[in-house]
Each structure stands twice: as structure tokens, then as C-alpha cells.
């Protein structure tokens, strides 16, 4: 089916260098580097894999921007979580369409974005007014407003508790995870997923600390490396450089002791 490019769209433009940058095409728009400028109209109407040449004669390839390509580029405010960590946690999390996120905090709407996406609902604290504007802001601008209408996002401190009930998850990014997990074993429902996003092994333990003495059960931690490899002909290789830490992925199920019920044995992953 036939997808032109529309005024409004993310796309990337690739020049033959393989330099990647990131338009938002817009009716009347140019792009201007130091090889020329190149009108938006060369490329609206145009399908994927248009070549157009700037006003010196420069080649750029226009594709839509994927997801990956937006939060690499997108502006931010706070540092996001990268595309190698967003992916698990989509696994890890068990997300699926229709369940009701709590999300702390959102920081540039990377997370955000990756679960709304998914055809989650989302309910984010964020402590900083401004990164909470600019999630918001990154949210409408990559997804549009359906997935805006899923997103509300309060300035407020989580550490001080968490107003909503019966959440299908809640997904972290806090210096100090632990102090939420006595909010989250009220705001979840029996068993919720709980997944926190932590740069530090120390972090990792005091979290596996406070979900010892919960209702949580079948805690585990994992770390996401990624590397990349040449591939040129018979030339084969891992890359030198890879994207190794970033940071650490927590999670848990509430399954404490239900009303009317008997506490289950502690479970372990």
C-alpha cells in the first residue's frame, strides 16, 4: 500500500556518508546543512527511498524515522533510556494493549513513548515541571494525539506515595527505587509486574533489599549488552566499541498475601 510522505512526519534524511538527520517535514520548510539547502516540497508526496539533491548538488535518502531514530535524536532534557533497555522492558513487563502503567519518572518521554506504542495507558509522576512538559511534548510530537489522550503526567514527588489503584505495572526510573515499593503493594493489583531501571549495583541490591521484606516475589535482575558486528565482504568482526552498561533491570510480582486468603511462600525467581 501506497504511503507518500505528509507535512508533519518525522523522517530521516541520509546523506551519502551515511550521516543520518533527523526533519520534521512541514509545508514551506527547507533543511539547511553546510552542503546546501533542500526544500521540504521535494520530498511531500514522495515514497520512502526518495533521492533528492540539495541546491550544491548533495544526495540525501529520505525514510521514516523509526522510534529508535526519534529518542536517539528527539529533544530532551533528562538523559533517556536507550532503545537496547526500552525493548526488554516491554518483555520483561509483560506489556500488552489496554494495561493501566504507572510510570516514574518520565524524564524526555523515551519510556513513555515505547510503552503508549504498545497501546498502553499511562499515569507518570515526574518531579520536574519541565521534563514533564517535554515528555509530553515528545509524546504528541512522535505518536500524534491518540497516544497523547493515553498520557497524563502529574508534577509531583512518588516517593510520597502513589494515588492510583489496581495498576497492571509500574515501571521505575528513580535514584532511589525502593522507597516505592510500600506504594506499589498498595497501587498494584494482585499480581502486577513492578520493573525498575537502575544505572548502580548498589541500587540493584537495596531494591532486592525492600522486595525481600514485600509482597513481592520472584525478584530477578538482568543486564542488557549489545554489540555490533563489521560485516564487509569476507571481513568479519565484532565492532570495537559496543554499547555495554547502562543500566540494570529489576523486576517483581505482587503476589502478597490476599484478603480471605493464605500468604504464599516465599517464591524465588
Known sequence: MSRPLLAGEKVLLV?????????????????????????????LGQEEGFTVRSTTGARYTAMRATLTDFVLRMPRGAQVI??????PILMIADIEPGLKVFESGVGSGALSMTLLRAGVSIVGYEMREDFAERAQVNVRSFLGEEASSRYRVEVRDTYEGIDERDLDRIVLDLPEPW????????????????????????????????????????AQTVEILQRTWHVEGQAVRPDHRMVAHTGFLTSARLLGEVPGGVKPPRLQS
Not at 551515511?18 to 533542500?38: D, N, S
Request: no cysteine; glycine share 10%; charged share 20%.
Open 82 to 87: 536507550y532503545p537496547k533497555d526500552l525493548g
Open 15 to 43: 546523506d551519502s556518508k551515511g550521516r543520518q538527520y533527523l526533519v520534521e517535514l512541514a509545508e514551506g520548510g527547507e533543511f539547511h546543512t553546510h552542503t546546501g539547502v533542500v526544500p521540504h516540497e521535494l520530498l
Open 179 to 218: 522507597q516505592v515499593v510500600k506504594h506499589a503493594v498498595v497501587a498494584l493489583r494482585p499480581g502486577g509486574i513492578l520493573v525498575a531501571y537502575t544505572p548502580s549495583i548498589a541500587q540493584v541490591m537495596q531494591l532486592h533489599e525492600s522486595l525481600e521484606d514485600s509482597g513481592f516475589h520472584l
